[in-house]
């Protein structure tokens, strides 16, 4: 071997041992941000599932401390006295029939507008992404003016549709792009077979949807679940109909007289589980909807 050869062959490694150092410099330092996140997001969680076992004497004489014993007592406390049983109940209820709502309405008009071509196909999708700019919060006022004119006020019918209309233009806007993603042969062979619109949508094309389904679902699930400014405002005559989110803010206001802080700590734990289970559970199915339109 040549000394020239040589030289460029030490340099080449030289400049390998410098890349891998980098490399191994760049890999702990996004590993120790990792570490950060992981801690910044699960530690309050962590703080609050512990806290709740503890009794409100121990929580206000060191509210970092951990559990002497564990006091189950808190739970029952929450779900029979504070009611938290009744209030989860309201929110499944409603959560049934809006997230019903919300998915098959949002998935039709996804798949109209992705599928069809039709004079003011663009303007109605548009309309929908045009529905995500404009903060609820300026609704409220015609919102409970329409609620109150069609009787809907305090029950639970009005809160599902307004859970619906909250939460249909993400909905289509999320799935218009996904519907776009998919290809268009097996819906032209379904109708050249005599299958109808109707068949096609829901025995062939909303199957092949199902990554970017279930990735839309968990959010709009997550979204009305911890919802409380709608039902702040059309659902705030009868405490025992109350859902949830209003359920834990009148036990934090009752503790805050009471001082039975393990119960409130303990009813924020029986609203966390259901999110962390459904989480837990479709994960796989989120990242798969999430990242299925970027592969295709």
């Not at 996140?37 to 699960?42: F, K, P």
């Not at 507008?113 to 045009?130: E, M, Q, S, W």
């Not at 639970?156 to 289509?172: E, K, M, Q, W």
């Not at 199902?210 to 659902?235: A, D, M, R, T």
Request: proline letters at 4%; hydrophobic letters at 50%.
């Amino acid at each position: 071997m040549s000394t020239s050869t040589l030289a460029k062959t030490r340099q080449s490694k030289a400049e390998q041992i410098k890349v891998k150092e980098g490399g191994g410099t760049l890999n702990v330092f996004s590993h120790a941000f990792l570490v950060l996140w992981t801690l910044m997001a699960a530690g309050p969680l962590i703080w609050v599932a512990v806290t709740a076992f503890r009794t409100s004497s121990d929580i206000l004489n060191d509210p970092m401390g951990l559990p002497s014993s564990f006091h189950w007592a808190n739970f029952a406390n929450a779900w029979t006295q504070a009611h938290i049983g009744q209030y989860a109940l309201n929110s499944l209820i409603i959560l049934a029939g809006s997230l019903t709502g919300t998915m098959l309405l949002g998935s039709m008009a996804a798949y109209v507008i992705a599928r069809f071509t039709f004079p003011g196909n663009k303007a109605v999708f548009l309309l929908f992404a045009g529905g995500m700019m404009f903060p609820v919060i300026l609704a409220l006022v015609p919102l409970f003016a329409v609620m109150e004119n069609f009787q809907l006020l305090d029950t639970r019918l009005g809160l599902i549709i307004a859970y619906v209309a909250y939460s249909l233009p993400f909905t289509t806007f999320f799935l218009t792009s996904f519907f776009r993603t998919l290809p268009t042969g097996v819906q032209e062979a379904a109708m050249v077979d005599g299958a109808s619109h109707t068949r096609t949508f829901f025995q062939i094309m909303l199957p092949m949807a199902k990554p970017g389904l279930v990735s839309i679902g968990i959010f709009n699930f997550l979204g009305q679940w911890n919802q409380y400014l709608l039902p702040l405002l059309l659902n705030n005559e009868n405490e025992s109909s109350y859902v949830l989110p209003q359920g834990l803010a009148s036990l934090a206001v009752a503790q805050g007289y009471r001082g039975d802080w393990g119960a409130l700590f303990a009813g924020l734990t029986i609203a966390m589980v259901p999110v962390l289970v459904v989480y837990a559970v479709f994960q796989r199915q989120v990242q798969a909807g999430l990242t299925a339109g970027a592969l295709k």
